[in-house]
């Protein structure tokens, strides 16, 4: 997703589970004039739809943190969706009550054979529904063109004065979107799972400067 603004001219490019949809709250909720692309576009996207796009920003996340996280997304939200349909509640998501149980059952699989998946590009119950991003792709294919402000979210609390400066506006940072989970090392245990998540996450560890 992009959100491009006018005043400042500025664009902010929102690469899947970096704390993007906090600030896409916090916009909605503080800046009164933007547009805002739906599809998660890279730079290169962004310039086609928006032309100059200004200032460019974005966050970025630990890699190994990024892969736990999406693990527990996509599996929490298809089982939130199948307890929620047993409720009789309405679903907004476009999946289908077959698709999300079969994305369950892979999530209680648990993450080395989720990794394992992702690793081997298998594709499972995880790329059911064109609403789910896809697995395990690296946070540098959104960087195919410039990119003047990368927040790293782990300093988000005090970096984001950059961002609340850039817009003159000093409202704190909602969190929302988070996963029920514990910390993302307590899921690298299995030698074989680390030795795939680092050949999975090689690209952002080179870019960005990030440990495991």
Same mark, same amino acid.
């Not at 589970?17 to 004039?33: C, H, L, M, R």
């Not at 086609?48 to 200032?55: A, C, I, M, R």
């Not at 992702?118 to 063109?145: C, M």
């Given at each position: 997703?992009?959100? =491009?603004?006018?005043?400042?001219?500025?664009?902010?490019? =929102?690469?899947?589970?970096?704390?993007?949809?906090?600030?896409?709250?916090?916009?909605?909720?503080?800046?009164?004039?933007? *547009?805002?692309?739906?599809? =998660?576009?890279?730079?290169?996207?962004?310039?086609?739809?928006?032309?100059?796009?200004?200032?460019?920003?974005?966050? *970025?996340?630990?890699?190994?943190?990024r892969l736990v996280?999406?693990?527990?997304?996509?599996?929490?939200?298809?089982?939130?969706?199948?307890e929620k349909r047993?409720?009789?509640?309405?679903?907004?998501?476009?999946?289908?009550?077959?698709?999300?149980?079969?994305?369950?059952?892979?999530?209680?699989?648990?993450?080395?054979?989720?990794?394992?998946? *992702?690793? +081997?590009?298998?594709?499972?119950?995880?790329?059911?529904? +064109?609403?789910?991003?896809?697995?395990?792709?690296?946070?540098?294919?959104?960087?195919?063109?410039?990119?003047?402000? *990368?927040?790293?979210?782990?300093?988000?609390?005090?970096?984001?004065?950059?961002?609340?400066?850039?817009?003159?506006?000093?409202?704190?940072?909602?969190?929302? +979107?988070?996963?029920?989970?514990? =910390?993302?090392?307590?899921?690298?245990?299995?030698?074989?799972?680390?030795?795939?998540?680092?050949?999975?996450?090689?690209?952002?560890?080179?870019?960005?400067?990030?440990?495991?």
């Open positions: 997703m992009a959100i =491009h603004f006018k005043n400042p001219k500025a664009t902010f490019i =929102h690469i899947p589970k970096t704390a993007g949809s906090s600030f896409e709250q916090w916009v909605y909720t503080n800046i009164p004039d933007y *547009v805002r692309q739906r599809k =998660h576009a890279a730079v290169a996207e962004a310039t086609e739809l928006f032309g100059d796009l200004g200032t460019t920003f974005t966050f *970025v996340r630990n890699p190994y943190d996280s999406q693990f527990h997304f996509v599996g929490q939200r298809a089982q939130e969706r199948i047993a409720r009789g509640r309405k679903v907004k998501k476009s999946t289908t009550q077959e698709w999300d149980i079969e994305i369950s059952k892979l999530y209680n699989t648990g993450f080395d054979n989720w990794i394992n998946l *992702v690793y +081997n590009k298998e594709e499972s119950a995880y790329d059911l529904g +064109n609403h789910l991003y896809k697995r395990g792709v690296p946070q540098t294919i959104w960087f195919d063109g410039k990119i003047d402000i *990368v927040i790293k979210i782990e300093n988000l609390k005090t970096d984001f004065k950059i961002l609340q400066e850039l817009f003159n506006c000093y409202i704190d940072l909602p969190i929302t +979107n988070t996963s029920k989970r514990s =910390h993302y090392r307590d899921y690298y245990t299995n030698k074989e799972t680390r030795r795939m998540a680092d050949a999975i996450v090689a690209p952002d560890l080179e870019k960005f400067g990030y440990e495991f």
